[in-house]
């Protein structure tokens, strides 16, 4: 049975180890997945819920294996989807932060009634926009969110947005080019870990290929580690930006995989409680009932110093 791996650069554990050939070594049969020419499916209103993100092609046969940012998996699993972590990375909070030019007349969160905010939705940016909304008293309706894919620096460069979301290695572009300020540190409001997740049936029944797929992510992420310069070198060679800036970026983030911790489920547990509460998805869910124990076991095992 040929294994089918998801994998975008926006992960970069997956995106590294697509390009190494560690995984095959154990999973000759494995099959990459670029999740950029899946259909990602109609993309709702940033005010009218949460896009899926290619979630549902975990459950339609698409691929069996996926890393993300912490929101595409609650968005899944109101969708009434079994789905089931695999693992989490450390925090990440050197990797974005919302900003504004430092000449806003924006000075605090509550501020931001009204403002128009650019952030790719869907993802982690919506977490961090919806935590710091709560902190200062406001709902997801105060705000006018731009879902802003790919063109968020520029928007944000050419001030037709109020803040952004940003993160690296965008960010260092908009460093260089404008005076900037942040106004919400991700730090203290948002862990923002890397995540994998699967479906429960392939947790289940193919323990010994899962078992194999952490390994290699656990391998390939030391190599990280040790070669960010290397590393960074096959992101740019797709075209995906400034080799300094992605050796930046990836010094900046943490790699290797870790359990999931009940940290981790609380912290989910509340966005996916905003979300509903915001009517970003339509059920309220439970997320630690997307979990299964002995996979904290399994990525335990693997971990690598």
């Known amino acids: 049975m040929s294994i089918r791996v998801g994998y975008f650069p926006s992960n970069n554990s997956l995106w590294v180890l697509r390009h190494r050939g560690i995984l095959e070594r154990s999973l000759p049969d494995v099959e990459w997945v670029d999740l950029r020419s899946l259909p990602a499916g109609e993309r709702p209103a940033p005010t009218e819920g949460l896009p899926t993100l290619h979630g549902d092609h975990l459950f339609d046969g698409g691929y069996d294996f996926i890393g993300t940012g912490s ?40 501020d931001l009634k009204g403002k128009r905010i650019a952030l790719a939705h869907g993802s982690w940016q919506t977490t961090l926009v919806l935590f710091a909304l709560d902190r200062a008293g406001l709902s997801w309706s105060d705000i006018e969110p731009v879902d802003a894919y790919g063109d968020a620096a520029r928007l944000f460069l050419d001030r037709e ?14 460093e260089r080019e404008a005076s900037i300020r942040e106004l919400v540190a991700t730090e203290g409001l948002f862990s923002h ?44 060679a797709d075209g995906g930006g400034d080799l300094d800036d992605w050796e930046n970026a990836l010094r900046k983030r943490p790699f290797g995989l870790h359990p999931v911790s009940e940290e981790f489920l609380a912290e989910q547990q509340r966005a996916a409680d905003l979300f509903h509460a915001n009517g970003l998805i339509e059920n309220k869910i439970t997320v630690a009932a997307a979990t299964l124990p002995e996979i904290a076991d399994l990525v335990r095992d693997t971990a690598r110093d």
């Open 71 to 110: 929101t595409p998996p609650v968005t899944a699993q109101g969708k009434g989807h079994d789905v089931v972590y695999v693992a989490t990375s450390g925090p990440r909070h050197e990797n974005g932060r919302l900003i504004v030019h430092d000449d806003s007349p924006i000075t605090s969160l509550a």
């Open 193 to 236: 870990r890397s995540l994998w997740f699967t479906r429960r049936d392939f947790a289940q029944d193919h323990w010994d290929e899962l078992a194999a797929i952490v390994a290699a992510l656990q391998e390939s992420d030391l190599w990280i580690r040790e070669h960010p310069r290397e590393a960074a070198a096959l992101f740019a």
């Open 161 to 174: 947005v109020d803040a952004w979301v940003g993160s690296y290695p965008s960010l260092s572009r908009v």
